[in-house]
């Protein structure tokens, strides 16, 4: 039994993806899990009460202290609890409190957070953007685009960049991680397209650093070096863990 000082330490992170629910406890100090992640497939369709169901059962595998503090992260943005719209998961959360289902499906508190603003402050607070003052960029590419804002250490939550309409599509269809994918796309003519991106986005927000995560991140030297930006652009630093690492970290610092 850990004693009281290194309960307060430890969060929990969820991480709620089109895919996968993964979760892990997290040493607050560190950023680094401090067990192994649990990922559970998420269901399908993965309509609320299936995935709060899916929820619990993760979390009832690591005996949570109901002290600590749990954060959940979800793809689309979260307005104090609830889902203004949704573009990845059933159409069914639309208007839904997340923390009002999920901590009803866990029987403690939760915090429920954007996926890549989650990973952004994670970026901000542990890994590649850590201790960068001024506006700070952080953009997830995977099923859809993410973005962060972070402000001197502050989020601005919900910015949905990978919403923009550009050349009159929205820039995710065109430039996530999954149109590489499913249109065969060439590193080079990926970049193309993610050039676009970040110019517009370079063009709206001057951000002083740019950070790249989501999954194809650990592939950064095949895309990287075919940017071109004003601001320096880093490959994120935490990888898969982003999510569950900042949503336990505003989970412990009062987020809502
Ligand atoms: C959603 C965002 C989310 C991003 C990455 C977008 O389609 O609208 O809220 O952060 O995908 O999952």
Redesign the pocket.
């Known amino acids: 039994m850990p004693g009281a000082e290194a309960q307060q330490r430890i969060g929990f992170g969820i991480d709620i993806g089109g895919s996968g629910i993964k979760g892990a406890p997290v040493d607050l100090e560190t950023g680094e899990l401090t067990a192994e992640r649990l990922r559970i497939p998420t269901p399908s369709p993965s309509k609320p009460k299936a995935v709060a169901s899916t929820v619990s059962e993760l979390v009832a595998a690591f005996d949570l202290d109901p002290a600590v503090p749990v954060g959940l992260t979800f793809?689309?943005?979260i307005k104090h609890g609830v889902v203004p719209f949704i573009?990845?998961l059933h159409k069914s959360w639309k208007g839904v409190d997340v923390p009002a289902l999920m901590s009803e499906a866990i029987g403690q508190p939760v915090i429920a957070v954007?996926?890549?603003d989650a990973a952004g402050v994670a970026e901000a607070v542990y890994g590649a953007a850590r201790g960068v003052p001024g506006v700070v960029l952080v953009t997830?590419l995977?099923?859809?685009?993410?973005s962060a804002l972070v402000v001197d250490g502050t989020l601005v939550p919900n910015t949905?960049l990978?919403?923009l309409e550009i050349d009159g599509a929205d820039a995710?269809d065109r430039a996530a991680s999954s149109a590489r994918e499913n249109e065969n796309l060439s590193w080079e003519e990926w970049a193309e397209r993610l050039q676009r991106f970040y110019s517009t986005v370079e063009m709206l927000f001057s951000p002083d650093l740019i950070v790249v995560g989501g999954g194809v991140s650990k592939k950064h030297e095949k895309f990287l070096p075919l940017l071109r930006t004003t601001a320096p652009m880093v490959p994120a630093a935490l990888r898969n863990t982003a999510g569950i690492v900042g949503a336990a970290y505003l989970a412990a610092h009062g987020y809502r």
Do not use: K, V, Y
């Open positions: 793809p689309a943005p573009a990845n954007n996926d890549a997830t995977g099923t859809g685009i993410g949905e990978g919403h995710e």
